[in-house]
């Protein structure tokens, strides 16, 4: 797509979500290992950018967050990452009717939110999810924000507990928070390297608070693999994978879907 307006630098960990034909663009890293905080927006429909907000009014600069969107609401939040001075928890919320940012209330000391980069970050219903993460080790639990009520909660759940894992993608389907691959064993060398990543597809009941994992099939040659550091999107009952980081260390530019029933 060829694309016009306040065009974004080039950078790396940024996080993005969808609003109907509008994708917006939180943060990253630039060429020289800065935080940044400006905020996009990418009309599909036409291909330009608009810069909504960078400095004071933009959350602080980070890297390697979560980015999500709530189509009903519309409304877009971001969570953690790594900031200029060490990992956050922070959770903002982007009120597209009013272009403004406001940050939500803190987590509690009793709610055990650690702060982290690559977790996962879902809008269901009335709650914010965040699902596990990095915080010089992988992490196994589960917070969710209550919109309407204003409050942290950490998430208890049955089924079979995955392994705790960062820099992994999901997708909203119906209730359903589906999870694939990402990092379980970090590299020693860091975002240079490749730790030892996941092939597991994983699905959240955000109804039910329980955990599977579908049986899953392959239609053409093979499956995405293991792989973590990709880009994710859902789409009616389908989660869209692109590209990532292989367990071997190769950056990927491929492109799978994996259909589920709601």
């Known amino acids: 797509m060829e694309t016009s307006g306040d065009k974004p630098s080039p950078r790396v960990g940024v996080g993005m979500a969808a609003v109907d034909s509008i994708v917006y663009i939180f943060a ?23 810069l909504l907000s960078s400095g004071s009014e933009s959350p602080p600069h980070r890297s390697y967050h979560a980015v999500a969107a709530h189509e009903h609401r519309k ?35 009793e709610s055990n939110l650690i702060p982290r980069g690559g977790p996962g970050l879902v809008a269901v219903r009335d709650h914010v999810w965040i699902i596990f993460g990095f915080c010089g080790h992988e992490l196994s639990d589960i917070h969710r924000f209550n919109l309407d009520e204003q409050t942290w909660e950490e998430v208890q759940c049955t089924g079979e507990k995955p392994t705790g894992r960062s ?3 999901t997708a909203t389907i119906g209730s359903k928070i589906v999870l694939y691959g990402g990092e379980v064993d970090p590299s020693d060398q860091g975002h240079m390297g490749a730790g030892a990543f996941s092939s597991e597809v994983l699905v959240l009941d955000a109804y039910h608070l329980s955990w599977s994992r ?6 053409g040659e093979r499956d995405p693999g293991a792989r973590g550091w990709y880009a994710a999107a ?5 989660m869209l994978v692109y590209g990532g980081n292989s367990d071997s260390n190769d950056r990927l530019d491929d492109i799978f879907v994996l259909s589920l029933e709601e």
Request: charged share 20%.
């Open 28 to 50: 990253g890293r630039n060429k020289d290992h800065e935080e940044l905080n400006e905020f996009y927006a990418l009309d599909t429909t036409n291909g330009v950018w608009k």
């Open 75 to 109: 409304q877009v939040f971001t969570f953690g990452g790594c900031g200029k001075n060490g990992r956050l928890n922070d959770l903002w919320c982007f009120d597209i009717a009013n272009g403004v940012w406001e940050q939500l209330p803190s987590p509690t000391p």
């Open 214 to 219: 579908p049986d899953v099939s392959v239609e």
């Open 167 to 169: 820099v992994f993608g």
């Open 234 to 238: 859902a789409f009616g009952n389908s």
